[in-house]
């Protein structure tokens, strides 16, 4: 038999599926291998061996790794487990934290950082606020809105019909509040809300119709009003479900209650969400209406802040970002996965996120010439490989997207845009890897 030899120059195509053997048309299957296992593959086209785990300690149990880089020299890796919070640095345990989250509930965690400070929020969990002090220590806590002469600066929102009264039996002092419909239960203790505008705090829950207040601001008068709401992240109405720092803003996207509302803090004063009266500067509050009420499933600052949902992507913009100029639109129909947060990242100019099926990495990338977004599937030709994501992260050195699987295997995608290279490989271990985070140089 003729025994054909063929040159192969580079494998920037990766892996490819068996269903594009005989496709010699295709870049793809000219560029591409069968099998790639692991092996990383250079952006010049080149493939290396992968090199062997480095054992650092053993984890309290399933969670995530979460990276914290204060600068290029100062960067920490954060294990989050079940009721505790390791903090590493170098490779080096350094400190144990106890932290309000189950197990289970590390899988709907989300994060974001700013300077030393790292936001961590969950949509039944009071959101938190790790902070590493000046002698480099770290301390968790609760976030704390601003607050001027006891009158707290949080959002607020009417969750009962909007017909729904209530009625203040005074407008200072301990009052009783009288509501026309049931929806006071006892967690609601504790809770402010507004009333015509004016703030007071429940103190007690005396039934679903009545609850006795302390009045923070003189109240306008004792009629019956509609004009009235109650802070919009309580235990009762849950808490914010993601989080991101954009134009010197804070940014909420979503709670347990409001799953499709965004959230944005006063300019430069990142916990006062006073909607003031629509001043440049001040905070911004809009749903996102269209056809489908879709729950936002991660938020990401890019060219432009850009909205994950689990049903489409949308971007937020805004020049600068004010009351008066922002605008929401939508550019993509693809989704989010609904059951665990995977976070979207960023590679050169381009957001990688997890698409709703859960067997797709979609690259949310800006075209100068729509003038919009598209979202292109980078593993169409290498599913087999991808398998079903339930973490990623990139490591910008080596240019590698990094992406754990179910099953306990990982992917590695080489990227480079410029000369088109996406390639994809397949790594197996002796255990399974649950999580992947990217510190620094350094890929744990």
């Known amino acids: 038999m003729t025994r054909i030899r063929q040159v192969k120059t580079n494998f920037t195509a990766g892996e490819v599926s068996r269903e594009l053997l005989g496709r010699g048309d295709l870049r793809?299957?000219?560029n591409g291998a069968l099998a790639l296992r692991n092996l990383f593959i250079f952006p010049t086209g080149g493939i290396t061996r992968r090199a062997g785990l480095s054992y650092i300690d053993t984890a309290a149990g399933n969670g995530r790794l979460v990276s914290f880089e204060f600068n290029t020299e100062?960067?920490?890796l954060m294990v989050v487990t079940g009721g505790r919070l390791d903090i590493y640095a170098g490779g080096v345990h350094i400190q144990t934290i106890s932290a309000p989250w189950s197990e289970a509930q590390t899988?709907?965690?989300t994060w974001t950082q700013s300077a030393d400070t790292l936001l961590l929020v969950h949509p039944d969990v009071k959101p938190k606020k790790l902070a590493r002090t000046a002698l480099g220590i770290f301390a968790l806590e609760d976030w704390v809105f601003h607050a001027e002469n006891n009158i707290d600066r949080q959002p607020y929102y009417k969750f009962a019909g909007s017909l729904v009264t209530v009625t203040p039996s005074a407008t200072t002092g301990t009052i009783t509040l009288v509501a026309s419909e049931n929806v006071f239960v006892p967690a609601?203790?504790?809770v402010r809300m507004r009333v015509g505008g004016k703030q007071v705090a429940i103190t007690t829950v005396n039934s679903p119709t009545v609850v006795t207040a302390t009045v923070i601001e003189t109240l306008s008068g004792t009629a019956a009003t509609i004009d009235w709401a109650e802070a919009a992240f309580s235990s009762?109405?849950?808490?914010?479900?993601?989080?991101?720092f954009?134009?010197?803003?804070?940014?909420i996207g979503g709670s347990r209650d409001l799953p499709n509302r965004l959230w944005f803090s006063k300019s430069g004063d990142l916990f006062n969400f006073d909607l003031g009266t629509g001043l440049d500067d001040e905070s911004i509050e809009f749903a996102i209406l269209s056809d489908q009420v879709n729950a936002i499933r991660g938020i990401f600052s890019g060219r432009h802040l850009q909205v994950f949902t689990s049903g489409a992507e949308w971007m937020v913009t805004g020049d600068p970002l004010t009351p008066s100029s922002v605008q929401l639109n939508r550019q993509t129909r693809v989704g989010s996965r609904t059951d665990r947060y995977i976070p979207p990242v960023t590679v050169d100019g381009a957001t990688m996120f997890v698409a709703r099926n859960g067997n797709e990495i979609r690259e949310f990338l800006y075209t100068d010439v729509e003038q919009a977004y598209q979202a292109t599937d980078l593993a169409l030709v290498s599913r087999h490989v991808l398998g079903r994501p339930v973490d990623q992260d990139f490591d910008a050195l080596r240019r590698l997207l990094f992406i754990v699987r179910d099953d306990g295997k990982f992917a590695t995608l080489t990227i480079y845009r410029a000369e088109q290279v996406a390639a994809w490989t397949l790594h197996e271990t002796m255990g399974k890897v649950k999580s992947?985070?990217?510190v620094g140089d350094d890929v744990y």
């Open 436 to 438: 992947v985070s990217v």
């Open 236 to 244: 009762v109405r849950g808490y914010p479900a993601n989080v991101a």
């Open 246 to 251: 954009h134009q010197d803003r804070l940014v």
């Open 28 to 30: 793809a299957y000219e």
């Open 107 to 109: 899988a709907q965690l």
């Open 188 to 190: 609601h203790a504790g």
């Open 74 to 76: 100062q960067t920490y």
